[in-house]
Each structure stands twice: as C-alpha cells, then as structure tokens.
C-alpha cells in the first residue's frame, strides 16, 4: 500500500481511502487517520469518530486531482445526508449507523479559492465518495479530509452522527497532528 492510500476499518467492512492526479507531484502526500472527538449539542454520543486526512504540498502544478473512499465490500441502504457547509452519506445495517462526510463545495471553495474546484467538486456514489479539485498551484499545500462516525440504532438522539462528521477542516488538522 503506498502513502496515498489508506484503508480504515469499520462496524460494516473495510473502506479504501486514495488520491489520484492526472497530472502533479503527489509523492509527499500522505493520508492519515486519527480519531476525534466531535463536537456535539448536549445529549448527543457517538461510538466512535475518525478523521481522515491527506496533505500535499506539490513541487508542480496539480491536475484533476481526486481524494476518494470506496468500499472494499458491497454494501447497500444508503443515502445522502448533506446540509449546510456539509456533504455525507450514511449506510445503515443490522441496527448500526455509520456516516462520511466532507466540508461542501461552497465550504471548500471559501477555504481553497472557488478557482481550483471543479463544477461539482463532490460526487457521491453508490460504493463511495470523492473530493475533485481541478487544479491546484505549485508550492502551497493542500489537505483535505472526511470524517467517519458510527452508532448503534436507535441513536439515543436524532442526528449525532451528523453532527460528528460535520467537522471543520481546522479541528482535522488538529487531530491528525
């Protein structure tokens, strides 16, 4: 497995993250995975809460760049539950929760420069999801992240695992550190 690959255990299999680049220097990127503590309204708890990183900072000009996850099983029951500054997407099975989610395109763009961003710089599929930056310039770093959290069901309150993968890009860092 190289540095830009990462694979993260879950209550419902193994996700693969990875980045690509048509075109680019990626080889100091690295992807790393730590837990976080999210941040929740009173009453709220999730089992558990991982913040995935990756960080470039490329000696040339990058192209197409895509940071994504994937399932290395086949899972079903899902659906997207995006909302204000957040993108995720949730699988339920066998009475367990578990959500990804990423800062919007809106939020990406205010944070990296609208500029490097695809038209739709977040895609969602049926067995994953990923981060598209168009172009990004030499020499400035880049990290982007998501935020994988699980409960059991029924949560004790609506909503915790949505309020723990909405994560601001600056906590991430953090985190990973």
């Not at 539950?81 to 763009?109: H, M, R, S």
């Not at 770093?141 to 909405?166: G, I, M, Q, T």
Request: a negative charge; one cysteine or more; glycine letters at 8%.
């Amino acid at each position: 497995m190289s540095q830009n690959e990462l694979v993260l255990k879950t209550i419902f299999g193994e996700l693969t993250f990875g980045v690509t680049a048509k075109n680019g220097d990626l080889s100091n990127g690295k992807i790393v995975s730590a837990k976080i503590e999210p941040m929740l309204p009173e009453g709220m708890e999730v089992e558990e809460s991982i913040a995935v990183l990756f960080r470039v900072n490329s000696s040339t000009e990058i192209h197409d760049l895509n940071f994504y996850f994937t399932w290395n099983n086949s899972i079903e029951d899902n659906g997207s539950c995006t909302g204000q500054g957040l993108d995720a997407w949730e699988w339920e099975k066998d009475n367990q929760l578990l959500l990804i989610g990423t800062e919007d395109g809106e939020w990406l763009g205010s944070r990296l420069g609208s500029k490097y961003l695809s038209q739709s710089p977040i895609t969602m599929g049926s067995n994953g999801f990923e981060i598209n930056i168009e172009k990004f310039p030499k020499d400035k770093e880049l990290s982007l992240h998501y935020v994988v959290s699980s409960n059991s069901l029924p949560e004790k309150e609506d909503c915790s695992c949505w309020f723990a993968v909405d994560v601001a890009h600056k906590r991430v860092l953090e985190a990973c550190e």
